[in-house]
């Protein structure tokens, strides 16, 4: 195991906010695997690039010897993280979380190594707690200190509700630091006050404080708004290579720096000096977009997926061309609903999905565009649904 300086240098690199330095270094140097806390609420199926840039960090947490221990929130996720939220978020259903769950651990592990991996789910400690339990824990935090927290704050003085469940959440979250004895968490910086309040718990509990690193959100492809399925400006996980690569061609040249940072292997010199290359005249931020989304889904699937993506990218999208290679939809109805065969034969995942495609004209068939949800499709071999810029399917009939 590397020296605990040696190790800070890397591990403190794009930090947003680290408590605390002191702290972290007498930790890294008492030359034993560190347990590297991160907690995940399955509140929907799918990982995106936004849990990607912590999951890198934990990685190299991983290669210097620690061992990250991944919560999956199926009990949290049932109240509802109040992080950056106007009003009280709908508590979800059991069934419902261990469904997004089980696709978690699966997707995390495209980064994280699974050897060195501890994955425990916090509905195995938090199930089990009696109401005298919740309210010995609840008597561990004041009221004034919940309250100081910004969206909390905001609401109470605006006259808008805050259910006590809410401030239930992140006591719920410290005590997942106090049963598994994290000696730091990492997590987006929209998660501090949650890490704070753990802190506090853990030396109630008679443990030593956790350390904090929080990492930057990433803006989504819109440029403004962060990552979330919410926006509909993510880059998930289980996207194909191409739409990976489209959807990273399609943000601002603004991003391209950042993503490069937080999402590549790539070294602070070569960032530095593309950064300014693109600031000289007469220079297309095109060409360094393009390495960018060569480098991301590289990473995911490997380089020759890379390259086959970059080149039907170009394809498309400077030839306007079609992509030689598509998924194939068999049908043997001489006729379909234009929303049946969006939900049924492709990846759209709800029929309001679908329908939003098609108003907004997203939505081509045989390249002429369909904007009437109630179009019926006619059938025959070699027809080309196109869903946005990078989703082609060939449609085949048979008998």
Known sequence: MQSGGDQYS??????????????????????????????????????????????????????????????????????????????????????????????????????????????????????????????????KYTVARMLERNDFSKRYSNNEPISVSEFLYPLAQAYDSVVVKADIEIGGEDQLFNFIVARKIQEEYGQKPQCIMTLPLIEGTDGHLKMSKSYDNYIAFEDTPDDKYGKIMSIPDSLIIKYMRLLTDISEEDIEEIEEKIKEKGTNPRDEKMKLAYEIVSFFHGGKTAQEAQNNFISVFRRKKVPENMPVIELKSDIINIIDLMVDYTNIQSRSEAKRLVMQNGVKYNNKTVSDINAEMKISNGNILRIGKRRFFRLKKIV
């Open 10 to 139: 890397t591990l403190s690199k794009n930090i947003v906010t680290l408590i605390s330095k002191e702290e972290l270094l007498e930790k890294l140097k008492l030359n034993r695997p560190l347990r590297i806390k991160l907690g995940v609420d399955p509140s929907r199926p799918d990982l995106h690039f936004g849990h990607a840039v912590v999951l890198k960090k934990l990685r190299e947490f991983q290669e210097f010897g620690h061992k990250v221990v991944l919560i999956i929130g199926d009990f949290t996720a049932r109240i509802g993280d109040p992080s950056g939220r106007s009003k009280t978020r709908p508590m979800l259903s059991k069934e419902e979380t261990k469904d997004n769950a089980r696709t978690y651990t699966s997707q995390a592990y495209k980064i994280l190594d699974r050897k060195k991996t501890e994955l425990r789910f916090n509905s195995e400690w938090l199930d089990p707690l009696s109401f005298e339990d919740v309210l010995k824990l609840s008597g």
